[in-house]
């Protein structure tokens, strides 16, 4: 279930890349709030209380303070830096809470299928429409005991109250299969010595550019 919890922002008049940065440096994070016909509204979060609530949830619900009036608003999207995959910028929806809204969450297998075999997941994510109020944080689905040949699609699952899947409900989640054996081809000494040359060759060279 999402939980609502309480972020003090400030509102931004200035925009650019510059602005971007200097948030960055000040410990804030760019944001704008859109949706119930209400004029975009730009915000700076402060990065180490925003990290903490959507480091598990993406989906988070969070009240807003510092507006002219309490605003609840629903996470839309996160942009992330490539590399460093640090908070650079958020979108945040206005919410109401006798909504419902239309998220994606993760679906995460429960238990064992029967000894001797494996779960081949398909499905790792899955579209819903919850209430705001209820927004679920994963779909569990438990293969115990599952046999070999088992199929589960998205219409076999059993859905939180409120919950719809707005996922086709011919897609398949997950089967249960007995897992191949890959073999791994021997190298010999003289094969292993060869690569060892040319990978300390080749980073020679890359040293040298």
């Known amino acids: 279930m999402a939980e609502t919890n309480t972020l003090k922002v400030e509102k931004r008049s200035d925009f650019g890349k510059g602005f971007a940065r200097r948030a960055r440096v000040d410990g804030k994070i760019p944001a704008v709030v859109y949706g119930h016909g209400v004029d975009p509204i730009h915000l700076a979060l402060p990065y180490h209380d925003t990290f903490l609530l959507v480091k598990d949830n993406p989906n988070a619900v969070i009240s807003l303070e510092g507006l002219e009036t309490p ?30 809204v239309d998220v994606e969450v993760p679906v995460e297998l429960v238990g064992e299928p029967l000894p001797g075999l494996a779960a081949n997941h398909e499905l790792l994510n899955m579209e819903i429409s919850a209430p705001v109020i209820n927004i679920p944080e994963k779909i569990e689905v438990s293969i115990e005991g599952l046999e070999e040949g088992t199929v589960i699609k998205v219409s076999d699952i ?17 089967s249960i299969i007995v897992p191949q054996e890959v073999e ?10 060869g ?7 080749a980073a020679g060279e890359a040293e040298a550019e």
Do not use: F
Request: net charge negative.
């Open 71 to 100: 605003t609840m608003v629903l996470v839309k999207d996160i942009q992330r830096h490539p590399l460093k995959r640090t908070l650079m910028h958020m979108d945040l929806l206005i919410v109401k809470a006798d909504e419902k």
């Open 158 to 174: 059993t859905l939180p109250e409120g919950v719809e899947a707005k996922t086709d409900a011919e897609s398949i989640v997950l």
């Open 184 to 193: 791994i081809p021997e190298t010999t000494g003289e094969e292993e010595a």
């Open 195 to 201: 690569e060892e040359a040319a990978g300390e060759e």
